[in-house]
């Protein structure tokens, strides 16, 4: 079993959709929640980072993390078809240095 | 650019020849990080550094690659000897410093290698 589980998709949704993405983790150490966006062939772009439980707001993405449940997700409002892309979840634990442990990422196709 | 940088874009190597990939981090940055993206997979890490320093190598296979972060110039990943299953995209990131709230990792836009 992964230590980071994140469904592959493809997700597609009409445009102005709300866009759902969730990871489930098995590590309990990982602080640290991550949200990245890649493009094809191009390298991840931070989209959110968050400490612990709690929900984090930035335009129309938000985050949200529940350690209890072990599952991290990730809102994005009004999609346009320019939010196409992969997201990846990532994780890290200040005991392992930082290294950031990711899921396999979700493809998102935003239909006009 | 102030990002992290990446050289070469895009490599291609034949069996058995070495390969060479480069990453100058972020401006301030003195963490550096690599991962590997197989086809079709996420990204994996491979190996932590500091300037002179590898902190944390358990993602790098035994054989066949090493890294390097001199105090001047920028951080190398080495892959001697290389074999097809080596035919991925390869990132670096950086981050400022390491144990803090704020850490985050920036990526670069990575090396496409490519074992004939």
């Known amino acids: 079993q992964k230590e980071v589980e994140q469904d592959p998709g493809p997700l597609s949704v009409p445009e102005g959709a709300i866009v759902s993405l969730n990871c489930t983790y098995s590590?309990?150490?990982?602080?640290?929640f991550m949200w990245y966006r890649q493009y094809s062939r191009k390298g991840p772009e931070l989209l959110m980072y968050t400490y612990s439980s709690g929900n984090k707001e930035d335009g129309r993405f938000t985050a949200q993390v529940d350690k209890s449940s072990k599952y991290i997700s990730l809102f994005i409002r009004d999609s346009q078809p320019s939010d196409s892309a992969t997201y990846l979840c990532a994780m890290s634990a200040v005991a392992a240095g930082n290294k950031l442990t990711f899921g396999g990422g979700t493809r998102v196709l935003v239909k006009p | 650019n102030a990002g992290v940088m990446q050289n070469p874009r895009h490599l291609v190597r034949r069996r058995g020849q070495e390969a060479r990939l480069r990453c100058s981090p972020m401006?301030?940055?003195?963490?550096v990080y690599w991962y590997r993206q197989l086809p079709e997979e996420g990204l994996k890490f491979m190996v932590y550094l500091q300037k002179e320093n590898i902190i944390d190598e358990s993602g790098m296979p035994k054989e066949r690659f090493s890294a390097e972060f001199p105090k001047e110039g920028p951080s190398i990943l080495r892959i001697q000897q290389v074999v097809r299953g080596d035919s991925a995209a390869y990132f670096c990131?950086?981050?400022?410093?390491?144990?803090?709230?704020?850490?985050?990792?920036?990526f670069g836009p990575g090396t496409r290698l490519t074992v004939l």
């Open positions: 990131a950086s981050s400022p410093r390491r144990g803090s709230s704020t850490d985050t990792q920036y």
């Open positions: 401006k301030g940055h003195s963490h």
């Open positions: 590590n309990s150490a990982f602080q640290y």
